[in-house]
């Protein structure tokens, strides 16, 4: 034999033996996923205000590829929501994923469990054929992201609120944003033509949009503004104002309250914009003001709305339904919520408007937690995917790629506009608390309890005691 035949043997058999090798482990790799699939997985499940049908086709999607993975979902009363949880986990039960707001993060931390660092490999099984069906097994090496990925794919407020320790804690499909409700007819009749840009705008027009009977009562408001607990979110609202007047909330660690101290911008080292933006929000609620529009003996602000007995409110995405509901033949129009300048800048020269969302989490005692957060990541993160919960539920989106085509959307666009500049400012433990502290601030302004100055250096005293 001679070499160069021997050489080419040796080649030969070696080919064999390396075709052989590299499909004896693919075989190695389906065998492995197959046997780990056989044990069956169920995913609880808990949010709020959606539903099993807005959840539905995000979770086919997800069960195409795990099939040996179910997901409960399960809707809970907002109200009843934390106790729920709170009592299920004390008593070694619960769900594997929760929805959590972006303010319950830093109060939640202890209870959840951080998305994976790094790869993991999740079993999956693709379904082939006709009316014979075949399973087709394999892994997926599904890579979680990190903190620096979430500032890439997402809005600015989601970094600023799921992620710290340089961990993330959750991720959510949509972030929801503050706007201008209004209704047109009411502003035509007052000869308002556009909706007002800046808060100068709103304090002028207030006073053509407000109508008392004879007895000096108020039958018309022009706007849902300083009030406490008739107005939905008056916490979200005053602290919209606050920021956009150059509010610092907290030290840069997040955790000593800041609102009621002196601009750090501002020429006149005097000015307290928190206190500033205080007194202009309970101004409209003020019967010694010019601009008083409000009474906290009103009924809720939604009400007043849709009854037609009040021409503006601010509000989040999830009131337009509501509204059209209660006053399906109402004119409404939508308009960014107002700035302090007129061109949609603030104090410190930027765009600054108010978000929130619910963020999908993973709770620590979850025994499917790889699981969990595979979901997690599937349902918030692929683009296709989030665009079936998003059209199901007409939410504005939190992924930068969606929000690039939502701007183009007329439903859409003031909402996803917004929410690239979008802040909020809790990160502590007890939100609960800390609203309950501002709607009382309000009061004690407006029932001429307080100032302004003493009452938001009070309240400032009572937040630092929920860090």
Request: aromatic share 12%; proline share 4%.
């Amino acid at each position: 034999m001679t070499k160069g035949r021997k050489n080419r043997i040796l080649f030969t058999i070696a080919s064999f033996l390396l075709v052989f090798l590299l499909g004896a482990g693919c075989v190695s790799d389906s065998v492995r996923a197959k046997r780990m699939m056989k044990n069956k997985v169920t995913l609880e499940f808990w949010g709020v205000f959606d539903t099993n049908y807005d959840w539905e086709p995000v979770i086919q999607s997800y069960r195409k590829s795990r099939l040996n993975v179910d997901i409960n979902y399960r809707k809970i009363k907002f109200e009843n929501y934390e106790r729920e949880l709170l009592d299920a986990w004390a008593e070694g039960r619960g769900p594997d994923i929760i929805m959590v707001h972006n303010t319950w993060v830093g109060g939640y931390k202890t209870k959840l469990a951080p998305a994976p660092e790094g790869v993991k490999e999740i079993p999956v099984g693709e379904v082939t054929g006709g009316l014979k069906k075949k399973v087709k097994y394999g892994f997926e090496n599904v890579k979680f992201l990190r903190p620096l990925e979430v500032k890439d794919r997402f809005v600015q407020i989601v970094y600023e609120n799921a992620v710290s320790d340089n961990k993330v804690w959750a991720l959510p499909v949509s972030v929801d944003t503050l706007v201008l409700y209004y209704n047109r007819l009411l502003l035509d009749q007052a000869g308002i033509v556009v909706p007002p840009k800046s808060w100068v705008e709103v304090a002028n027009i207030s006073r053509k949009l407000t109508k008392y009977d004879e007895d000096g009562n108020i039958l018309q408001s022009a706007i849902a503004l300083g009030g406490a607990y008739n107005i939905n979110r008056s916490f979200d609202i005053l602290s919209l104002l606050m920021a956009q007047n150059g509010t610092q909330f907290t030290t840069p660690d997040g955790y000593t309250a800041t609102f009621a101290r002196r601009s750090a911008y501002s020429a006149n080292r005097d000015f307290r914009p928190g206190q500033e933006a205080l007194r202009f929000y309970t101004d409209f609620a003020n019967p010694a003001k010019a601009i008083y529009t409000w009474s906290e003996n009103f009924p809720q602000a939604v009400e007043m709305f849709a009854s037609g007995r009040l021409a503006m409110m601010i509000g989040y995405s999830y009131q337009k339904p509501i509204i059209r509901s209660l006053a399906p033949k109402i004119d409404l129009g939508i308009a960014p919520v107002p700035h302090i300048n007129a061109n949609g800048t603030d104090a410190t020269g930027t765009s600054v408007n108010w978000g929130s969302f619910w963020g999908l989490a993973v709770a620590k005692t979850s025994a499917n937690s790889d699981y969990a957060w595979d979901f997690v990541n599937f349902a918030t993160t692929r683009q296709e995917v989030v665009k079936k919960y998003l059209e199901r539920s007409g939410k504005p989106a939190a992924l930068r790629s969606i929000i690039a085509k939502q701007i183009l959307d007329p439903e859409m666009s003031v909402f996803a506009n917004q929410a690239l500049t979008a802040m909020s400012w809790y990160r502590g433990r007890n939100i609960s608390a800390v609203e309950k502290i501002f709607k009382d601030m309000i009061l004690k302004v407006t029932n001429g309890e307080l100032t302004p100055q003493k009452a938001i250096i009070e309240a400032e005293r009572l937040v630092n005691q929920t860090f």
